[in-house]
Every structure is written in C-alpha cells, then in structure tokens.
C-alpha cells in the first residue's frame, strides 16, 4: 500500500474561497511544471558546482551560509536570488552536509517562483573549511521533503508537492511506468538538438538534449508526470496528487536509449554515402588518366604507401541529391612487390568537406579516418609504376570499408570510429 506523504511536505494556498491541488482542473499546468523544471536543475550535482563556483559561502556558527544569483540558468532558465544554509558536522577540516534549507524569490520557465523554508537531506555535499571554504565534492541536494513554493503569481497559485515518499508505489505502477518509459524513448532515433513532443497513447512525451549529450524525458498522461534526467539519478514521479522519486534504473533497466544527436546522425549519413559512394572507381580512372570535371587527381605518390589528393568540386553520389567539394588525401596500405602495392587498407583525412543537399549545406573534418576496402570477393586496390607512369587496378565493387580508427569532426560535435 502506499504510504502517505506528510502534512509538512505540502502547500495548501487558498485563492478566493477555494483550496487548489497542484494539477487541479482551476490550475494551469504552467506552474508546476515551472517548479518541477526549476528543482529538477537544483538537485542536479551540477546546481552545486555552479554555486561553489559562483556563489558566496561562508562557514559561520557550525553551518554553511550561501547564496547566489542565477541567470537563465539551466532548463528551467531560472533567474534571481537563492540563500542555502547547509547544516551537518564537521572534522578535520571538511564540513559535511546533512540537510540543507532553502529560500528564495525567483522566476523559472518565465514564472514567479517563491520558495520558504524548503528542507530536505543532501547527498554527500562537503566543504573545506581552511582559510577559504570551498565546495570538495560531487554531490547534490535531494528534493525537498517540507517548506512551502509559491509558484504563480496572486491570481494564479499552484500547490507544490516534494517527493518525500520513495517507496510508496505499487509493482503494477512501476510496471506501468516502465512500460510508458520503454514507449516514449521507442519514438526518437536520436537525441534532439532542440525540445522535440511526440505523442504517446495517452499523452505526450517531451525530449530535450544538449551538445554533450546530456538529456532530459518529461512524460505527461492524464494520470501522472514523470521526469528523467541523464543528470541525476532519480527520476521524479507525480502521481495522484503525491509525489515520489524512483532511482531512474529501474525505469530504464531494459530501455534502448539514443546516445546519437541529429547531428550525429547527418554526420553518419554523409559519410556512408561517401563511403559507399564509386569514389574508388573514380580514383582507379584518375590515376590510368581518365579525367572529370568533379575531381580531379592535384597529386600521387607511391612509396611504401600509395597517397592521392582528390579535389573534389560539387562530386555527386549517385542515387542521391548530395554533391560533395574540398580536398581529400587518401593513403592505401598494403604489400608491396616488384614496385607494385596491393593495398587493403585505406586512411582519409580532410580539413573540410563540404556535403551539399537540397540546398543545405554540412561541413565535416575527417582526421586519420581509418579502415579495410571492401567489395566483392577478395578487395584490393592495387597501384604500379612503370617508366614514372603510375598504374592503377581495384577489385570488383570496391569500396571504402567501415571506419575502425579516427574520428570525423563537424561543429563541436565528433564521431569516433
């Protein structure tokens, strides 16, 4: 059965002569999501970083004193003023938090926000406390477990519940929940370079990410909200007017979730279709003398190796819209004989690509990309020289193999193979 949160963990705010419950039908949604979105940024051990990076703390009186301004921070974009006092022990010089208390006026999401008295434990949260005192850990604040928020503005007050009760749900909820977990991650390939909603059987499932990876699910039915966070380790669910927090491996334990971005995924799709793309058939004619208003052949050399520089001017992949320019050095390895090179192995580098279609355009690095040829049967590409004439013979369907070293570069992104 589940279990009860206390009286102190909740707000009860009375607007004209009516008492309203936190997704009541006389209360928009806005604001509770605001402060859902606003805790799920401070309970985050990052929230702790950025307050002992920015903030103002002092030791005084056996507690930890701090405050600190914040501006458009995280995904609830908050801003204004936050005051923590930290209460716990210390010992040789460190501090280590056990609870904290929280007050502050503040907007999230674009709404005000008014936090009173929020407490609740912390997670391995210690301080130096040397001549200067500074934040020595990785850890977080849990969310609170009494204190009062104000979200809204007069006309408009949400009540707030705090997660205090982590083990009060059923094996049928949580099952439920897995299930609506499984489904909504089911519906992206990819992790969103912006906020993206699909729909769900009986909601909506809200996807955000950023450029390091990092990703955040919110769930909404008509039954409860649950939010995931790569960051933390709960995950946060209300359900029946209570709130809870569940250790978020439970819920994801056998879910496939996407480690690529869309850039990634473009990134991906570019070069297999360059890789798959008659550039060694094109590279075996340039080097027997052929020539092509696309690519040319500015340079070759065989030693050990075989190295070609390719300028690319607008080459298209066949069966595709995509037109490929700039300069790309390839190098073949292989056995060496009588002065001719039975290569097997190829290496691709390039300061800049530029990948063309329907009038977009993607730029992508290519460092030390390496791997096998491929094709059918037995893949080589093999180059002579006879009389300072260079020769050239591929196997049947040559092509670039797949990647197994170096990387490609496009923005801030990479791809490691």
């Not at 009516?18 to 999501?33: H, T």
């Not at 080589?380 to 092509?399: H, K």
Request: hydrophobic share 40%; with cysteine.
């Amino acid at each position: 059965m589940r279990k009860a949160i206390s009286i102190t963990a909740v707000l009860i705010v009375t607007l004209t002569s009516c008492s309203l419950s936190f997704w009541g039908s006389d209360v928009p949604r806005d604001g509770g999501e605001a402060v859902t979105a606003l805790f799920a940024d401070l309970t985050e051990a990052a929230f702790m970083k950025e307050l002992g990076k920015n903030g103002s703390i002092e030791y005084t009186e056996g507690a930890v004193h701090s405050s600190i301004t914040l501006d458009s921070y995280g995904e609830s974009e908050a801003e204004g003023e936050l005051e923590i006092i930290f209460q716990g022990t210390s010992n040789n010089g460190i501090f280590i938090a056990e609870r904290y208390l929280m007050n502050g006026s503040l907007s999230a999401l674009g709404i005000p926000v008014v936090i009173e008295n929020a407490a609740a434990k912390t997670n391995a949260i210690m301080f130096s406390t040397g001549d200067s005192i500074e934040l020595v850990s990785d850890g977080n604040l849990r969310y609170p477990a009494a204190g009062s928020i104000k979200a809204g503005d007069d006309n408009n007050t949400a009540i707030v519940l705090f997660p205090e009760d982590t083990d009060g749900l059923s094996s049928n909820e949580i099952k439920a929940l897995q299930k609506a977990v499984d489904e909504a991650f089911s519906l992206f390939d990819v992790l969103p370079d912006k906020e993206e909603t699909k729909l769900l059987e009986n909601g909506s499932a809200i996807f955000s990410a950023d450029s390091s990876g990092n990703w955040t699910m919110r769930i909404h039915t008509g039954e409860y909200v649950l939010t995931l966070s790569s960051a933390r380790t709960d995950a946060v669910i209300i359900l029946n007017e209570k709130t809870y927090s569940l250790p978020s491996k439970v819920l994801i334990a056998n879910t496939e979730i996407p480690t690529l971005t869309s850039l990634d995924k473009t990134a991906g799709d570019y070069l297999e279709a360059l890789r798959k793309s008659n550039l060694m058939f094109a590279l075996e004619a340039l080097v027997n003398g052929s020539k092509s208003g696309v690519i040319t052949l500015t340079s070759s050399s065989l030693d050990e190796v075989f190295k070609a520089e390719l300028d690319l001017e607008d080459y298209g992949i066949a069966g595709t819209e995509i037109t490929v320019t700039g300069k790309l050095l390839m190098t073949f390895s292989g056995e060496i004989e009588d002065g001719s090179l039975t290569a097997v192995r190829y290496k691709a580098d390039s300061e800049r690509l530029l990948f063309s279609e329907n009038g977009e355009v993607f730029e992508i690095a290519l460092n030390a990309v390496e791997g096998k040829l491929s094709g059918d049967g037995e893949a080589f590409f093999r180059v002579a020289e006879e009389n300072g004439e260079l020769t050239a013979e591929g196997s049947s369907d040559l092509i670039l193999g797949l990647p197994d070293s170096g990387y490609a570069q496009y923005g801030e992104r990479k791809l490691s193979f």
